[in-house]
């Protein structure tokens, strides 16, 4: 049986006029001179400069001077060495002028617009009848293939065409930034589940000096003692960056409130993922008590490492960012499922980089073991599958959106179909791919791909986001009742 699917004409297109006020930092010995040379200026000439700075970029940014005086503030450091400089004496206009020598615009789509979720928006007020409005997630590229979380919101109508709310053109980093308070024993076990013991160097001979919660400053403190104190070999060295690096990946983060969720972006903060966020898989997750979160799996990449990520929010103001730990914890793709089964959290991964695995665990952020679940079986998925986004539910069992890759390395999206009760147990699998790349699609940064993190069922129709070639996006739907009949038929 053949199944429709219906392209939709809406792309989602890179713009490279989209752009944040990033920190920019040009080394120890230009930064300093930088810094005398505005000292020499006279106040007219800071005023002058200033205002001309204003005037081109006050209207690409909201609040461009509070950023500028933001990054004024990181140059402490800096000022600390320079002992005959007093920043009491600076006003404002100085400050403001200085913090934007040490900015940078950064395009954040300008390279790829590409792998989308789409989730329903938390506000479904003042919608016509049998519409949805949603939220779509992007993985966003830049300026040294830099990855970001990016957003668009809309309404899908009763025939599932998508209508964008307006872009906003202010974009905006995180307003307020919140280091996470870490339990002893979990973060000597990711250390542990890292590897990051092979030199065999406890991290005891840090974490002795604190107690048995303790903050990312209490650790930066403890550790910068260590180094004021003691002659540190090499060995132990190496633990106490990694500790840095690990403890940097637990944040929080807050956006204003008069932003629109298309202005935000989620910029890496972390060490762990200076390189990038990537994939996010979003989802809607209903609690035991009937209590809404949107969690996203991620992989945080610093550029050698990389390591899977949860992120969480009720509102898409405020998130919440830490790591997931434990052996299963160690790969791309972790795809959580929208409620717990059997009273356990369960989650799809792919742990061998081949075969689709299913993982149960008691705590949403440890995860120990995996069944396998699938392996390739059909000419176009030999290479490997995976998911493309959490389970949906429906009333014959768990809807998958699954990727699958075969000859030249071309990805396909196909789907599969998982038991409710038991969703170990797969029901039925597509014989034939249900999306394959056609001649605009397979284009682009990659060739030959198409790819999601996540879709909905709106109005009978499974809506699915997808990237092209790793660069644009688009989106299709396919009948629900025509896929499941087509899934429940293929054991």
């Known amino acids: 049986m053949h199944i429709t699917v219906v392209r939709k004409d809406l792309k989602f297109v890179p713009d490279t006029s989209r752009v944040i006020a990033r920190f920019m930092y040009t080394g120890d010995k230009r930064s300093k001179r930088m810094i005398r ?11 002058a ?12 940014h909201r609040n461009i001077s509070k950023i500028f005086e933001t990054h004024f503030n990181k140059l ?25 020598y040490f900015t940078m615009e950064y395009s954040i789509e300008s390279a790829a617009l590409f792998n989308p979720a789409m989730m329903d928006h938390p506000d479904q007020t003042e919608l016509g009848p049998e519409e949805k409005r949603v939220v779509i997630s992007f993985r966003g590229t830049g300026e040294g293939h830099i990855s970001s979380i990016i957003f668009r919101c809309g309404v899908l109508d009763k025939e599932n065409n998508l209508v964008l709310e307006p872009v906003g053109n202010m974009l905006a980093e995180a307003e307020r930034i919140k280091r996470f308070v870490y339990d002893k024993n979990k973060f000597i076990k990711k250390l542990d589940d890292l590897q990051f013991f092979a030199n065999k160097v406890s991290p005891s001979f840090v974490l002795e000096r604190l ?15 260590i180094r004021k104190s003691f002659k540190i070999s090499l060995k132990k060295e190496m633990v106490l960056n990694q500790m840095m690096w690990l403890a940097s990946s637990h ?46 799996t991620y992989t945080a990449y610093d550029g050698r490492a990389i390591m899977p990520k949860l992120m969480e929010t009720k509102d898409f103001y405020h998130f919440k960012v830490l790591p997931l730990h434990g052996e299963i ?24 980089g081949v075969n689709n695995y299913i993982s149960f665990s008691d705590d949403i952020t440890i995860w120990r073991e995996a069944k396998l ?36 390395r071309e990805y396909v999206l196909s789907a599969s179909l998982f038991d409710l009760k038991n969703p170990e147990k797969e029901i039925g699998r597509l014989k034939t791919p249900l999306i394959i790349p056609n001649e605009e699609e397979r284009e682009g940064y990659v060739p030959n791909v198409v790819y999601s993190c996540g879709s909905i069922i709106h109005n009978g129709d499974v809506v699915i986001p997808y990237a092209m070639s790793d660069w644009a996006s688009t989106y299709a739907t396919v009948n629900l009742e025509e896929l499941l009949t087509e899934l429940k038929n293929s054991k």
């Not at 040379?37 to 800071?46: A, F, G, R, T």
């Not at 000022?79 to 920043?87: A, K, M, P, V």
């Open 37 to 47: 040379d505005v000292l020499s200026m006279s106040e007219d000439e800071v005023k």
């Open 49 to 60: 400069s200033l205002n001309q700075v204003l005037r081109g970029y006050s209207k690409r």
């Open 76 to 100: 402490n450091n800096l000022f600390e060495q320079l002992e005959d400089i007093n920043t009491e004496d600076f006003d404002l206009n100085r400050k403001v002028l200085l913090g934007s």
């Open 211 to 225: 107690g048995d919660t303790f903050t990312y400053g209490e650790l930066k403190r403890s550790i910068d003692e």
């Open 251 to 296: 944040y929080e983060i807050e956006f204003s409130m008069d932003s629109a969720i298309s202005e935000r972006v989620i910029f890496p903060i972390a060490e762990s993922e200076k390189k990038g966020i990537e994939d996010a898989r979003f989802v809607k997750f209903t609690g035991d008590d009937g209590e809404i979160t949107y969690y996203a």
């Open 329 to 352: 914890a160690q790969n791309k793709g972790m795809a959580l499922f929208p409620r717990k089964i059997n009273g356990k959290y369960a989650m799809l991964c792919r742990i061998d």
């Open 373 to 408: 679940l699938q392996r390739p079986k059909f000419a176009w998925e030999t290479i490997q599958l995976g998911n493309c986004g959490s389970p949906m539910e429906t009333k014959d069992g768990w809807l998958t959106i699954m990727h699958s890759v075969g000859p030249v």
